[in-house]
């Protein structure tokens, strides 16, 4: 079983910085794919950032030069680091782990997993 326990929310004022962290349980998280997610007052739940178990990353437009995420396998955690903030980023911040079934370590896991954290309240106002 896979839980996900994020940390670092909070308010900020704009121009602020902020770092999100999100620690994984079990044993999968060095080949498993970690995202950040959002989801502001009355809008959709939308991707911000995601890294492969090989460190390949990605970022919407809106945080391309402002969100740096990262991960740590040794301590099964990724973090979001969010400088420049915007009232706009304003959201629910949820992480996410992916894993689909393949070849992992020379053995086959049939177990697909995608883990959603509880989520943390990031709130830039001043």
């Known amino acids: 079983q896979v839980q996900l326990v994020e940390l670092g929310g909070g308010l900020v004022q704009p121009g602020g910085s902020l770092r999100l962290s999100c620690a994984a349980s079990?044993?999968?998280?060095?080949?498993?794919?970690m995202g950040w997610y959002r989801q502001g007052p009355g809008k959709q739940r939308e991707s911000v950032a995601g890294?492969?178990?090989?460190?390949?990353?990605n970022y919407a437009d809106s945080v391309k030069g402002r969100f740096t995420i990262s991960r740590d396998n040794a301590k099964n955690t990724v973090y979001l680091q969010m400088n420049s903030l915007e009232p706009e980023d304003t959201a629910v911040y949820y992480c996410?782990?992916?894993?689909?079934?393949?070849?992992?370590?020379?053995?086959?896991?049939?177990?697909?997993?995608?883990?959603w954290g509880q989520g943390t309240q990031v709130t830039v106002s001043s």
């Open positions: 079990g044993s999968i998280f060095g080949t498993s794919a």
């Open positions: 890294i492969s178990s090989g460190g390949r990353t």
């Open positions: 996410n782990l992916r894993r689909p079934p393949g070849l992992y370590s020379g053995t086959y896991y049939f177990d697909e997993y995608d883990v």
